[in-house]
């Protein structure tokens, strides 16, 4: 489990090397977005990722600490809006999100997968778990949000976005074949 946390803590810890010892990053403040994003959405996936696998390498006992550390990704990639970006002022965030749907987007959710990671204690996920199959609706809407955030895509963004559709695929189609039986 140390492993783990440490493995999922290196972005972090890349980020902080990037920004405070190398200061080699010409805008902290897009780089941030894009580092916490990436991380968020990466994390996200391989958490569902686990349920695909799970009769061939059984990694399920680590999806709740490996989702949290996303929306952990996801919290920071908030604050960097809210506080280097609008720097705290309110209007400023309402605008921005009414008048970006990208914005918008990312934020319903990032309200999602609040939500559950809220519900992930072991008596709330009995009472919400049908609940945390949102995280689909919430992964398709990181991807349509990350695209719109996109100012051009690139192979390896393409790339990135068929890898995120086949593992969504993948998983609805498991789901589906598993509320057929």
Known sequence: MKILNLVLLTPLLYLLVRLFIFEDVNDPIKYIYTLTGVSATVILFIS??????KEKINLIKYRKIVGLYGFFYALLHLLNFIGFDAQFDVLFIF???????FIYLGMI?????????????KILFRKFNKFHKLIYIALVLIIIHWLMAQKSLEFTSYLYLALCIVVLMLRLNKLSIKSNH
Request: glycine share 0%.
């Open 95 to 101: 605008e921005e999100t009414i008048d970006k749907p």
């Open 48 to 53: 569902i990722t686990f349920s695909i696998i």
């Open 109 to 121: 959710a990032f309200f999602i997968v609040l939500f559950m990671a809220l519900t992930s204690s």
